[in-house]
């Protein structure tokens, strides 16, 4: 072996040969930034969650912050450990130099899977997963992130559907003016909050009105704002400050007042309209003892 040769070696062994330590379990689910894996380690037989991005997704999407020391999606998600936030235990880059994370593997549905089959099972157990939704996402808040991305797929249930976790960080950002000024169209459109449409600063409290159309989601099985065709699917959200959403109670009559009315608040098209903290979402339904009024 040439001294170029071993140079070579060197610089690969710190990169991750994906078929050398990983048998891949299943196929790829494809997200916007990424690929997921469901993965077993060769040597330990431990399965977990590996997730890949997509080169040309992710430079397209960090060139928006050239300039500013923005941390890697690894960074955040190892330094976040929460009862309700998936454990990443590892970062870094592949041997075809894509980065890669490596996570505890969540076997149980998303909750878009769960709301998309209209699943009854969910039915007495809502309140629970709302405000484990809402603990989760307070604590990315209080470790001063933006998710940016909050909806029901990033939201994983246990099988029995007595608990859930957060997961992808793919577009979550600190919560510094650096990374709030206007321009940075991320986000689901379904629950994507006004104000990243209208290019205005953004903060924490547009995770707050995704927060609160997944919710509202989760509990009526409908939307807050007529579907869009799927050609007009990505401007879904330049309606949400400018059509009334239909009050949840048309669809879901006895649903606990309270919880209706604050799901409503979250919804409001001014950000200093909504709750301000999801501390606040908490203590408003912290007497709620059934998600339906009895």
């Known amino acids: 072996m040439g001294i170029l040769d071993k140079f070579k070696a060197m610089l690969k062994s710190d990169k991750l040969d994906v078929d ?3 048998e891949l379990l299943r196929s790829a689910i494809s997200g916007t930034m990424s690929n997921f894996y469901m993965a077993r380690e060769r040597e330990t037989k431990q399965v977990v969650g590996l997730k890949i991005a997509k080169q040309d997704k992710l430079e397209l999407f960090e060139a928006r912050f050239k300039g500013l020391n923005k941390p890697s999606e690894g960074q955040i998600a190892t330094s976040l450990h929460h009862p309700r936030i998936v454990e990443t235990t590892e970062f870094g880059t592949t041997t075809k130099n894509l980065p ?8 149980g549905p998303g909750l878009h899977e769960l709301i998309h089959n209209h699943d009854r099972s969910l039915d007495g157990k809502r309140l629970n997963l709302i405000r484990q939704m809402a603990e989760a996402l307070a604590y990315v ?3 001063e992130f933006i998710h940016r991305d909050v909806c029901p797929r990033n939201f994983i249930a246990r099988k029995d559907l007595s608990s859930l976790k957060l997961i ?3 577009l979550t950002l600190p919560n510094t003016p650096d990374f709030t000024q206007p321009g940075n169209r991320t986000g689901t459109p379904n629950y994507m909050a006004p104000e990243i449409m209208r290019r205005k600063t953004t903060d924490q409290r ?10 509202y989601h989760l509990c009526s099985f409908e939307l807050p704002w007529p579907k869009p065709p799927a ?7 330049i309606a949400h400050d400018t059509v ?6 048309q669809h879901v009559p006895n649903l606990h007042p309270t919880l209706a009315d604050t799901v409503m608040s979250c919804l409001r098209p001014e950000p200093g309209q909504r709750p301000q903290k999801m501390a606040d979402f908490l203590e408003a339904i912290q007497e709620v003892e059934s998600e339906f009024d009895a």
């Open 141 to 143: 808040h209080e470790q």
């Open 168 to 170: 992808d960080f793919g």
């Open 100 to 107: 890669y994370c490596v996570m505890e593997y969540l076997d």
């Open 244 to 249: 009334e959403p239909r009050d949840i109670r």
């Open 206 to 215: 547009l995770d707050i009105f995704s927060f609160g159309v997944s919710v």
């Open 20 to 22: 050398e330590r990983f």
């Open 231 to 237: 050609a007009k699917a990505a401007l879904a959200a």
